[in-house]
């Protein structure tokens, strides 16, 4: 039998189990409420660089294209305004370019990490597409950091191949809708799915492309606001797709 003094360790233990459990949910409400920046958590999730990457395609403003490749430390995101570009993005629904973090331990990625390190104080550092295809063309998936970047390098490769492999490019974008549900991950979401109804409508996958709008809809709720949320303008622009497809193809929807 327990005796007393067990029995008040036990209580302190489960009251401290407690406690923890409510700051994590309440953590978790503030952050999907926005009140705290995603920015917070990376800095406490492993992630040691991010790189801010464009679609490879035509209707990607030069502002958002010449900053494809530039790299930045936690250090760098945290700052108040901080933005992956020089200039302002110049198109109405912006650009889908992103920033996923890595923490980067395959030997490609770990060159770059100390290159970043070592020039970032002299003035930026910025890899060349060639460079960034390089990088998660890498053996980054037998690497002890596969599981933590799997979702962001699968980002970046999608975000690549646009033009020159678009099955990989919507594999990736299918990965990235299916899987990314940690917070650091949930600012990949809008993007992948923009651009993968943009392929598959390319690719003449309209079932799909309705599907993956309908699977938009219901994940972002015109109702509900988030940090990771839809801005308007694209929120129009899957609406302008979806009543094109449904008038194109009207045969798809009664399914
Ligand atoms: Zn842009």
């Known amino acids: 039998m327990l005796d007393g003094f067990e029995l008040q360790d036990l209580t302190l233990y489960l009251t401290a189990i407690l406690v923890l459990l409510v700051l994590w949910q309440y953590y978790q409400l503030q952050i999907l409420s926005g009140r705290i920046l995603a920015v917070d958590i990376f800095d406490r999730s492993g992630i040691r660089m991010y790189l801010y990457v464009a ?45 996923p973090g890595l923490y980067g331990a395959w030997p490609e990625a770990r060159g770059v990490l100390e290159n970043l390190r070592k020039n970032f104080t002299k003035g930026g550092h910025q890899l060349s597409a060639e460079e960034v295809r390089a990088l998660v063309n890498g053996q980054w998936e037998r690497c002890i950091s596969a599981a933590t970047d799997r979702v962001s390098v699968y980002m970046i490769q999608a975000m690549v191949s646009e033009r020159v492999d678009q099955e990989v490019s919507m594999e990736g974008y299918r990965f990235v809708v299916n899987e990314a549900k940690d917070v650091r991950h949930l600012m990949l979401l809008v993007p992948a799915y923009l651009r993968l109804t943009q392929l598959l409508i390319q690719a003449g996958e309209e079932a799909e492309a309705l599907e993956i709008i309908e699977l938009f809809e219901r994940r972002f709720p015109q109702s509900k606001r988030g940090v990771h949320f839809p801005l308007e303008p694209q929120r129009d622009l899957m609406k302008a797709k979806k009543s094109l497809l449904m008038k194109n193809f009207p045969y798809r929807i009664s399914a």
């Open 55 to 99: 679609p490879d395609d035509d209707q990607t403003c030069e502002a958002c294209a010449s900053a494809h490749g530039r790299l930045f430390l936690p250090s760098h995101i945290a700052k108040k305004n901080f933005s992956p570009l020089t200039r302002t993005c110049t198109r109405t629904t912006p650009c889908n370019g992103v920033l």
